[in-house]
């Protein structure tokens, strides 16, 4: 029998950047199958040399938030340097249909998913049977039969469920707590001690803040950071740009003393002044965008491009179709205090960025393309295809306020060491030491941006000259590689 040679590939001359170490200089890089083999000056090997020189070479970006389940999302997220994109705030049941889905279809980017805490309430609560479907998942957020509190039984049953799923290899529990927000505070400390017992990291979207809503049963920072306090528990929170919206000073403040205190307390953040979600989600009701200082006019409907003109149309929208895709403008990019809200979110120490990145659709009801470059007319929000180039021209090139070193530790590094307890395998990501996964982005640094827009949100973002996943050219030259489907699945293995 012939033995298949391993696929070699020596990436000469560029500027390596290695968040693992600390590395940042001329070097080169020999991939061999799906690992790292070396990194130094003068490699020499049997390989397919590609010239980098002039271009920035580190690992591969992983997104800890990305509810883009389909071929051609993770196609734009490749092109915006992402490796491994992995959908942990909302997450999917049953988490082995997930898998089994995305495995049957193929992905050009690895991917996984956390236990669904929205899903299994659901299913408890309200006897809706989750079938492992983003569009499912997005009709069912403005149902109020199950953001109700619990009765013990129910706790117990929907707990029990979560724990099946960590067994199943769910990277976590993902807790939507701001679409259940009047819902008791106990059941949120018990997901805290259930997540502690297994081992694995909780990704919550917070509940409203009291400065929004002084009736609120707990504020949403406050909340997590208490829970992470009490049980030990490692709890991320998610897009704290868009639930922290003009009380982004205090929320970080907050974090930054309960992790001073030893709480395991991590942040995300992404570099829009809008969200996205399903219109029928709690905090879109018109009372409450009242309390946020929004007025309907701030919701965009995805499908149409309507922009709501009263309350009176809200409701109607959210009572006819609540699970229909729409943005909700938080923050006034264009004003200069707005945007440096957002600029101070990103730039909270040890914050990762992550994107939200949202489906893909297309108004012939297409959620799925394998063209490639994608249809015109497809509908998404535009940090699905530029988050990460987005923030690299804020952060790097227009402000200076990182070093490209800093970039791979938020963008790379750091996102994967959330993950090293729950999924061992999360160990050979976001770095690029001999023996780490060969999953690889080179950028052109003097032009990497974004420019996806609210318009036109599927264009790619322009700087990614070369994206190896597992050593599979995934963007070779600048060009997508429409035969690449290497991804593969990031699985847990809770204690």
Known sequence: ????????T???????????????????????????????????????????SGLVVGPGFVDLHSHVHSVAGQRLQAMDGVTTALDLEAGLMPVERAYAEAAAAGRPLHYGFSASWGAARAQVLAGIEPDANIDSGLAVLGNPAWQRSSTPTELAAWLSLLDTELTAGALGIGVLMGYAPQSAPAE???????????????????????EVDPAIPVDGSEEIVAAAGETGAAMHHCHVNSTSGHHIDRVLATLDDARRAGSRVTVE?????????????????????????????SV?????????????RLRQLRRDDPGAPCLLEFLD??????????????????AVVASDAMPVSWPDGRSESTEWPLPPGGRTHPRTAGTFAKTLRLMVRETHAWSWLEAFRRCSYLPSRLLDDVAPAARGKGHLGAGADADIVVLDPDRVTDTATYADPTRPSQGVRHLYVSGTPVVSDGTLNTEALPGKPLRGEPR
Do not use: Q
């Not at 709690?282 to 007025?295: D, S, T, V, W």
């Open 1 to 8: 029998m012939t033995r298949r040679r391993r696929v070699r």
């Open 10 to 52: 020596l990436l000469r001359g560029g500027r390596v950047v290695d968040p693992g170490t600390g590395f940042d200089g001329v070097a080169d890089v020999l991939l061999s199958g799906g690992t790292i083999e070396a990194v130094g000056a003068g490699l020499t090997a049997e390989a397919t040399e590609v010239d980098v």
């Open 188 to 210: 949120f400390l018990a997901v805290a001690h259930l997540a502690a017992k297994a081992g694995v990291p909780t990704y919550t979207h917070v509940r409203e803040l009291v």
């Open 269 to 297: 953040a992404y570099p829009y002044g809008a969200g996205s979600t399903a219109v029928g989600a709690a905090f879109i009701e018109p009372e409450r965008l009242r309390l946020k200082g929004l007025r309907p006019s």
């Open 300 to 312: 965009v409907i995805l499908e149409t491009g309507e922009r709501v003109r009263d309350e009176g």
């Open 333 to 350: 990019e264009g004003n200069p205090r707005e945007r440096a809200l957002l600029h101070r979110a990103l730039a909270f120490p040890d």
